[in-house]
């Protein structure tokens, strides 16, 4: 998946961030994202704070706003 390698390189995401990250972008609330990815909401809340950290964002619509620059619409 490009999206994957996009946002690896250049936010410096791991895979299973990157994923997720791709998940909130299409509209994925918390526990959608957690269906999607096959893993618990505890766990989709602990990659959002990593990804948070290092996208230097701090809410998930200014991360959906940084992820529109690098990422193809759906």
Known sequence: MPAVGTLRTALDLTPAEARLAIALQAG????EAATR???????????????FA???VRRQSDLIALLGNL???A
Do not use: F, H
């Open 54 to 56: 290092k996208t230097g």
């Open 28 to 31: 994925d609330d918390i526990g």
């Open 37 to 51: 990815l096959n893993i618990s909401p505890e766990t989709v809340r602990k990659q959002l704070k990593a990804v």
């Open 71 to 73: 990422l193809p619409s």
